[in-house]
């Protein structure tokens, strides 16, 4: 084991049989990945000996863990080929690997739970009605070469924000502390992705608390499940629609939208939903951005393309500069709060990898030659002005009902 990594740690190689060796895989699998062009060492000439790089351990990684999942292997070496187009290190790689690791343990618990009550009604003697669910729950196919495509664009995107902001306090505990809530406060979370905010903020959690997160994605709520622990009596999870929520009136101390009504087929709606379901005199907390968010990014793709567009026009719904006027049909005592922050980015990789997992045209645009020419474009960039600063333009709403 220690050779292994001492050879790796130099930028030596591996022979074949040294790699089956060492990640436990046959000769037959590694020569058969090399034969359909899934596993094939840049440098080498027929008929002479592969030599395989840390490079192609990490690739044999990833494949290893999407063929798991349950892709096929030619879907592994589409996927895997696209991602050429931006090299990422290696740590969002495995944060997107296991972004959908967790997405399988949520679809699998699911499936655990459907079986489990059909086994109850066994028990009892009722009718079979539920396995029409049961057979719905194992019939449901997902696509997981499109989920892992979605969970690495999304950890392209935290990369960003995680590597080069410059407030130490991060956007997630600096929401939190402007929380105003009770010890015994009931709380909505509307859009609640994956959980990331509660699981930044677990250990600030007061246990008498009780959170539901809701969600229009079943997928993101089986996901936030399966990160908080759904043994966790604190959190409730509910697919639910912004617009139509599933709630009583005056049911909520707190209603929280954290980076979501901009997508909101019909925000005042939703807004009116919020003012429903809480208390009198109970918070509301929404968050959003400028519309001059990252413009650098826009600025920086249109000097080497002027059609090449970077960020999601769908701000422009529900923003700094309009949430006020869109909040106070509902809400009184409104507050914006700004959190301080900015980018100071000087390596082309994280950016490029930002640009092209937004749902703009950046991945369409940017292939091929095209992506090592805008390499070539952005490294010039940071040449000459050393890092290249990005304006991050946060905040949130705070209301009273």
């Not at 044999?60 to 696209?82: C, F, H, W």
């Not at 028990?123 to 070469?145: C, H, M, P, T, Y």
Request: one cysteine or more.
């Amino acid at each position: 084991m220690g050779r292994r990594e001492n050879l790796l740690s130099k930028g030596d190689y591996l022979s074949t049989g040294q790699l089956a060796k060492s990640t436990g895989m046959t000769l037959r699998t590694l020569r058969y990945y090399d034969q359909i062009g899934l596993l094939t060492p840049e440098d080498h000439h027929s008929g002479s000996a592969r030599k395989y790089t840390v490079k192609e351990l990490k690739r044999l990684q990833r494949i290893q863990t999407l063929k798991y999942v349950g892709l096929s292997l030619q879907e592994i070496k589409d996927i895997l080929n696209a991602e050429l187009i931006s090299d990422g290190d290696i740590r969002h790689s495995l944060e997107a690997q296991l972004d959908i690791l967790q997405k399988k343990i949520a679809h699998t618990e699911h499936i655990v739970h459907a079986i489990r009550k059909a086994l109850e009604k066994l028990a009892d003697g009722s009718d079979l009605d539920r396995f029409a669910e049961l057979i719905q729950a194992v019939q449901k196919e997902e696509n997981w070469g499109d989920q892992y495509r979605t969970a690495t664009r999304l950890q392209a995107r935290i990369n960003l924000y995680d590597k080069f902001s410059t407030n130490p306090q991060g956007w997630h505990r600096w929401v939190f502390d402007q929380l105003e809530v009770t010890p015994e406060a009931h709380i909505l979370e509307l859009g609640c992705g994956d959980g990331t905010f509660w699981l930044r903020n677990a250990e600030r959690i007061p246990n008498s608390w009780r959170i539901t997160l809701t969600d229009i994605s079943s997928g993101m709520v089986e996901e936030a499940r399966c990160r908080l622990g759904s043994s966790n009596a604190m959190f409730k999870f509910l697919s639910a629609d912004a617009q139509q929520l599933p709630f009583h009136e005056e049911q909520f101390d707190v209603v929280l939208a954290n980076n979501m009504l901009y997508h909101v087929s019909d925000i005042p709606r939703a807004i009116e939903e919020m003012h429903r379901v809480l208390k009198p005199g109970g918070l509301v907390c929404t968050s959003t951005m400028s519309t001059q968010h990252l413009q650098e990014l826009e600025d920086l793709a249109a000097s080497f393309d002027p059609d090449l567009r970077v960020l999601d026009q769908a701000i422009h719904r529900f923003h700094l500069g309009n949430g006020m006027d869109l909040l106070s049909s509902c809400f009184s005592n409104l507050l914006l709060l700004h959190y301080d922050d900015r980018l100071m980015v000087d390596k082309a990789e994280p950016l490029i990898d930002y640009m092209i997992s937004t749902p703009m045209n950046a991945r369409e645009r940017l292939v091929g030659k095209a992506i090592d020419m805008f390499r070539i474009h952005v490294n010039q960039n940071l040449k000459q002005t050393g890092v290249l600063q990005l304006t991050k333009e946060n905040g949130i709403f705070l209301g009273r009902k």
